[in-house]
């Protein structure tokens, strides 16, 4: 019986060293995504904490009242900062993930070929199987029959 051998085979490699890489590369991405969401999560906490500072100044310390302000509308241009890169990096993300899913779908386009391609492989040799039985089958009939006469 013949093997089946997919003409396609390159092409499906390819398609998963690119998948494989887009994988790698989205990991990277998320990490990063997150590495700026604690981070804002941490400034917010600062910022937070400079507020306090500024109205604690201001209610017990009215001499440190202005050290305090310039201090928390710095932690304020930092939160601002952080804002900034994790909605730059929450778009770098988006377009990693579209990268993945073009890459996955490239996949699956040629897998699904690749097994579509292998059953009709396998139905064919299984048509050309019958048919050598069905030809015995006549023959062994025949020759059965000239034997009897």
Do not use: I
Not at 25 to 38: G, H, N, S
Not at 48 to 55: S, T
Not at 97 to 111: D, G, N, Q, S, T
Not at 121 to 136: I, N, S
């Amino acid at each position: 019986m013949a093997v089946f051998r997919f003409r396609l085979d390159a092409s499906l490699q390819l398609a998963q060293q690119v998948f494989e890489s887009a994988q790698q590369e989205y990991a990277l991405e998320m990490q990063r995504w997150q590495d700026c969401v604690q981070a804002l999560k941490n400034q917010q906490k600062c910022y937070d904490e400079a507020q306090e500072g500024q109205r604690d100044a201001g209610r017990h310390r009215p001499d440190e009242l202005g050290l305090c302000q310039v201090f928390a509308l710095e932690q304020r241009r930092r939160l601002r900062q952080c804002e900034a890169k994790q909605k730059e990096q929450e778009l770098v993300l988006e377009n990693a993930r579209r990268c993945l899913l073009e890459a996955h779908r490239e996949v699956e386009k040629y897998e699904r070929l690749k097994e579509k391609q292998a059953t009709a492989f396998r139905v064919a040799e299984l048509q050309k199987e019958q048919k050598v039985l069905d030809e015995t089958g006549q023959v062994l009939h025949w020759l059965g029959r000239k034997s009897v006469n």
